[in-house]
């Protein structure tokens, strides 16, 4: 079973709309989150994580992230996107026990419309 | 800019072929890996080098030859690879190889294999 999974494969909103793009880990990775950004033609860059202490992080670009126990979820957000935030958004846990490894969520790709 | 630099940024090659992706990092990480993205598919950790010693090795087939002859710089010899290698390789690199370090991702070599 996927241990990071990504509901939305697409999400299409208007600009200054708000947004919300999910993510639920299962018991398989460790409850260190990530949430990276791919713009087009380019690598990822981190927006924000999660490793301990205040469930609510907030990170680059306006973005942030709950994470949530008992929900198992790790959903990010924008109270008002920008035409700039169309891109892919990856959510990420490393496996328990490696080194270095991360394990990648399928990615949800935000079209931001005027 | 990112501090990664993948070269080239587009290869296309046949299946008899022999080719090298370059990857180099100018942040003084000690960690480096190279991650496979391919259409519809999550990404996947191929390999990881902490100082320059192979620390993860996730399944690749031997037609991938990872190679890091310093912290600086990771290079994937590709050799008799088929269709579905197809994909964008990405090279990052982090501080240390600790499942909890930022990654700092490339641009990506989009490979084609014909």
């Known amino acids: 079973a996927q241990s990071v999974t990504q509901l939305d494969s697409q999400v299409p909103v208007f600009e200054e709309a708000p947004v919300e793009l999910r993510c639920n880990y299962s018991s398989s990775v460790s409850v260190y989150l990530f949430w990276y950004v791919q713009y087009p033609n380019q690598g990822l860059q981190l927006l924000l994580k999660?490793?301990?202490?205040?469930?609510l992080v907030k990170g680059i670009n306006g973005f942030e992230a709950e994470f949530n126990k008992s929900q198992t979820s790790f959903h990010l957000r924008k109270p008002s996107v920008h035409i700039s935030d169309t891109a892919e958004y990856f959510c990420?846990?490393?496996?328990?026990?490696?080194?270095?490894?991360?394990?990648f969520g399928k990615g949800t790709k935000l079209s931001v419309k005027p | 800019e990112t501090g990664v630099t993948q070269t080239p940024r587009h290869l296309v090659m046949g299946m008899t072929n022999k080719k090298s992706l370059k990857c180099e990092q100018h942040l003084g990480h000690n960690a480096m890996y190279w991650y496979k993205q391919s259409a519809k598919k999550p990404l996947e950790l191929m390999f990881v080098y902490s100082l320059e010693e192979r620390v993860e090795n996730n399944s690749v087939p031997s037609r991938f030859s990872p190679e890091c002859p310093n912290s600086s710089h990771l290079f994937l010899h590709l050799h008799t690879l088929q269709p579905e290698d197809s994909a964008l390789y990405l090279c990052?690199?982090?501080?240390?190889?600790?499942?909890?370090?930022?990654?700092?991702f490339g641009s990506g070599t989009q490979l084609s294999v014909l």
């Open positions: 999660y490793l301990s202490g205040s469930t």
């Open positions: 990052a690199s982090s501080s240390h190889a600790g499942t909890n370090e930022k990654l700092f």
């Open positions: 990420a846990s490393p496996p328990r026990g490696s080194q270095g490894n991360l394990i």
